[in-house]
Antibody, heavy 127, light 107 residues
Framework: ELQLVESGGGLVQPGGSLRISCAVS????????MAWVRQAPGKGLEWVGR??????????EYAASVKDRFTFSRDDSKNSFYLQMNSLNTEDTALYYC??????????????????WGQGTMVTVSS | AIQMTQSPSSLSASVGDRVTITCRAS??????LGWYQQKPGKAPKLLIY???TLQSGVPSRFSGSGSGTDFSLTISSLQPEDFATYYC?????????FGQGTKVEIK
């Protein structure tokens, strides 16, 4: 079964750091692009960023709101994908979803979709 | 960043109704658009990609159309399990951007 399970969320003080994890099962992590999307309580979805696969040399893209504070990493041998969050502020309070990206060819186009989502891990930034 | 504007932000409908949600991009994004459904307390689920291609396993009552800047998601006959919030997402460039969501509620 294709599955993503996040862990490591919790309460952290403003200015603090936290690393959340995403355990992958049912597919080979190194073959796939992975992403993080977050959702503040009662709000919509916000893209955090993505990490390329091994073939792309793990290239990364980040949302402007987290660039230079958040970092993706992965341990393909452990089938785990990580989000390191530094200099956290209250606006980072959200449910963080780990996502597998999958590419589909449609006609002459190529579409990268979020086809598998974890259940999310909650990060609360508060004093 | 490309802005995605959904309308309406919410709607009330009855089982069996035909429902259409629209999404407008602030610039031409070709057909690089997906639709996602999120039920309360659950992770979003992919419905449509490439503006009009149904994801495997998604009921055929869901359909998508559009290209360029204007897109729509249609549910041909609303079912009880379709009451949820729907989001569009552009995959044309980075940063990826979602619409603000459309909540479909029971009338």
């Amino acid at each position: 079964e294709l599955q993503l399970v996040e862990s490591g969320g919790g309460l952290v003080q403003p200015g603090g750091s936290l690393r959340i994890s995403c355990a992958v099962s049912g597919f080979t992590l190194s073959d796939h692009y992975m992403a993080w999307v977050r959702q503040a309580p009662g709000k919509g979805l916000e893209w955090v960023g993505r990490s390329g696969n091994k073939a792309s040399s793990y290239t990364t893209e980040y949302a402007a709101s987290v660039k230079d504070r958040f970092t993706f990493s992965r341990d393909d041998s452990k089938n785990s994908f990580y989000l390191q969050m530094n200099s956290l502020n209250t606006e980072d309070t959200a449910l963080y979803y780990c996502i597998r990206e999958y590419g589909h060819a449609v006609g002459s186009g190529w579409h990268e979709v979020f086809d598998i989502w974890g259940q999310g891990t909650m990060v609360t930034v508060s004093s | 960043a490309i802005q995605m504007t959904q309308s309406p932000s919410s709607l009330s409908a009855s089982v069996g109704d035909r429902v259409t949600i629209t999404c407008r991009a602030s610039q031409d994004i070709r057909s690089d658009l997906g639709w996602y459904q999120q039920k309360p307390g659950k992770a979003p689920k992919l419905l449509i990609y490439g503006a009009s291609t149904l994801q495997s396993g998604v009921p055929s009552r869901f359909s998508g159309s559009g290209s360029g800047t204007d897109f729509s998601l249609t549910i041909s006959s609303l079912q009880p399990e379709d009451f949820a919030t729907y989001y569009c997402l552009q995959d044309y460039n980075f940063p990826r951007t979602f619409g603000q969501g459309t909540k479909v509620e029971i009338k």
